[in-house]
């Protein structure tokens, strides 16, 4: 509770700061203006290294609810149905194989 207001206040404060007019803008301290813009900055950073990484990751989410449903599809069909599914192999030059002993497979 006390953080959000917190956030709460401190992006009305950030808002309010900056659509002041630019005479009130020079009137604040050169420091408090050097930390606002490096903080705008690293936070811009954030931001975009976060929807970087959404996007990479949203095609991986995707894929695992797909297969989820798949497989609750799969559980909740009749025998008949079930035995109509063809199962894709993966061929053994496969770089992922479980064949390789190097690697777990978990």
């Excluded at 695992?64 to 798949?70: R, V």
């Excluded at 063809?86 to 978990?106: D, K």
């Amino acid at each position: 509770q006390g953080s959000e207001v917190f956030h709460k206040n401190f992006w009305n404060y950030l808002a309010h700061a900056l659509s002041m007019p630019s005479t009130l803008l020079s009137s604040l301290p050169q420091r408090t203006i050097t930390d606002l813009n490096s903080f705008m900055n690293e936070l811009m950073e954030v931001f975009e290294k976060l929807n970087a990484m959404h996007k990479k990751h949203s095609y991986t989410l995707k894929g695992s609810l797909m297969l989820k449903d798949d497989i609750n599809r799969y559980i909740y069909m009749r025998e008949s149905e079930r035995s109509n599914i063809r199962v894709q192999h993966i061929p053994n030059s496969y770089p992922g194989n479980i064949h390789n002993s190097r690697e777990r497979f978990y």
